[in-house]
């Protein structure tokens, strides 16, 4: 059995209540872990320390190339390491193990990505009218909260993790109550590389009262989360009382169009991989197929044949392809969705059970759902339900595929399947979505920007512009010719 403590100011502590709450095996139901419980008095800590050492500019101040050397380091430390993390990743969340060994490097990548570009050329000069030398510089935001969910538990923390300690802010991280496993790995290889105590903490407890407090607290500068849509509205409210900056990478029920000229075999690939990948449990997940009418019956009938040969089951099991739901809360209310959409006239062609065959009933397996002859007001169409069910939309033309793909809250993603390269354009450009393919679905890089349009959040992750959301612009003006400006008579 795990026990999981908090990490403030370079210290692993329990919670001050003594309060610990059970962490679950999604695949068994077993418990694996005892993590500690904290409450707004831990996060009140937390923040105080990621204040002063903030205000003692030790770290702010450390040139950029030391700073990027500790990133480095962690990026080493996380590869040497990397097996073992994805196998604490997949007793956690429950993904296949394939899936939590490619999180692990990309994570790695991702420290790896920020410790360069912290180096690089930055800030802008202006040529102005007066005798000035007008720039701008950039420089932290402060303390910043970091508040992720469990779908990519260390992913999520390192894509906010690495670019905020890059650019030179403190942190108080506050990893998901249901999957703090890989964050408290990480937090040891943050201590074991010497990053200063109080720059990097790491606080657990419920989203309400800790989570809340990174929210809320006026001595935090900065939030950035990623979760559900409602949480982040909450956020936003609680984040106004002292105009915190804020970043929010929030749900999705994005459109994956295939039209009939598409390379079918590789769009019946990627329909899989969009929604079955981790589950579902993907903000980008193409959960709305947009079938164009005339290959519809074909492209269904092949989608339902290799969705079900789809090996649903532990994640640590070799032969695994897709894992359990990452909670019984969570199944429970995949389930409610599933009947909701039989109960709403949603034709069921594939899936729709919990499996409980060879002793899979301990865990929350769901099979690989599909639900055809939907319309567009359906709730399963409309809402985000962060599972493996895939709602498969009709459309006639180019217009109506564009007109149905935006007709969400949301915007975050969005697929085209076509050989028609003028035609992939055209529906891309139309779609009110932060991150689009063409021709593929889901490949993700640090190098570029991950966010969305719309209900889908604010500001983006990753790459130059995730970097820049943990900055702050100073403009700087230099007088060149030092002599009083005579504006007021003497
Ligand atoms: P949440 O958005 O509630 O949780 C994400 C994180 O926010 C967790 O760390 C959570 O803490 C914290 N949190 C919860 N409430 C607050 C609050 N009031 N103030 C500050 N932080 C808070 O996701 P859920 O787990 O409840 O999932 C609900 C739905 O959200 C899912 O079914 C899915 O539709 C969507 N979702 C979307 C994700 C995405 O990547 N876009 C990721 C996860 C969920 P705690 O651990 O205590 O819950």
């Known amino acids: 059995m795990l026990h999981l403590k908090m990490y403030i100011n370079g210290e692993w502590v329990d919670a001050q209540s003594g309060k610990t709450r ?64 994805a196998r604490l990743e997949t007793l956690d969340n429950g993904k296949p193990l394939r899936e939590s060994r490619f999180d692990v490097a990309d994570a790695a990548g991702c420290f790896r990505y920020y410790a360069g570009l912290v180096t690089k050329p930055d800030g802008q000069t202006y040529h102005v009218a007066d005798p000035v030398q007008a720039m701008v510089v950039r420089e932290p935001v402060g303390v910043c909260g970091l508040i992720v969910p469990w779908n990519y538990p260390l992913l999520m923390a390192v894509w906010k993790i690495a670019p905020a300690l890059a650019a030179g802010n403190t942190i108080v991280f506050k990893p998901s109550e249901v999957t703090p496993v890989t964050a408290r790995t990480l937090f040891e290889i943050i201590e074991e590389v010497g990053i200063p105590k109080g720059v990097a903490n790491m606080v657990m407890g419920p989203g309400p009262t800790v989570g809340h407090e990174l929210a809320a607290s006026h001595l935090v500068d900065k939030i950035s989360f990623t979760g559900g849509t409602a949480t982040g509205r909450s956020i936003m409210t609680a984040a106004a009382g002292n105009i915190k900056k804020i970043s929010l990478e929030l749900g999705g029920k994005s459109p994956n169009i295939v039209f009939a000229d598409a390379d079918f075999d590789t769009a019946v690939d990627y329909a899989l991989f969009g929604i079955f990948a981790n589950q579902g449990q993907v903000c980008s997940a193409g959960s709305r197929l947009l079938l164009e009418e005339s290959i519809h019956d074909r492209f269904v009938e092949r989608l339902v044949e290799r969705a079900k040969q789809i090996r649903v089951g532990a994640g640590d099991d070799p032969e695994t392809e897709m894992g359990p739901l990452v909670s019984q809360a969570h199944m429970e209310k995949v389930l409610r969705y599933i009947e909701l959409g039989k109960a709403e006239g949603a034709r069921l062609v594939c899936g729709g059970n ?137």
Not at 32 to 59: K, M, N, Y
Not at 376 to 401: N, S
Not at 414 to 419: A, D, I, L, P, Y
Not at 441 to 465: D, V
Request: hydrophobic residues 45%.
């Open 22 to 85: 059970e962490i679950v095996n999604p695949a068994s139901g077993e418990v694996i872990a005892l993590a500690a419980e904290g409450d707004v008095e831990d996060a009140r800590h937390a923040i105080q320390v990621a204040r002063q050492a903030f205000d003692s500019g030790e770290w702010a101040e450390l040139p950029a190339a030391e700073r990027a050397r500790y990133l480095f380091a962690i990026a080493d430390k996380l590869e040497a390491r990397a097996e073992e993390i």
């Open 354 to 490: 919990r499996l409980a065959a060879n002793g899979l009933d301990k865990g929350y397996f769901v099979e690989p759902t599909i639900f055809v002859d939907t319309t567009p007001d359906m709730r399963i169409v409309q809402e985000e339900i962060f599972g493996p069910v895939l709602a498969v939309q009709k459309f006639t033309d180019e217009e109506d595929a564009i007109r149905l793909a935006n007709n969400t809250v949301y915007g975050l993603a969005g697929g085209v399947f076509t050989q028609d390269g003028a035609k992939a354009m055209r529906v891309i450009k139309k779609l009110r979505a932060g991150i689009t393919w063409i021709n593929c679905y889901h490949p993700t890089y640090n190098e570029a920007p991950w966010g969305g349009y719309k209900q889908s959040g604010i500001g983006r992750g990753l790459g130059t512009f995730g970097f820049d959301e943990f900055t702050e612009v100073k403009q700087i003006n230099i007088n060149l010719q030092v002599q009083p400006i005579g504006w007021f008579a003497k």
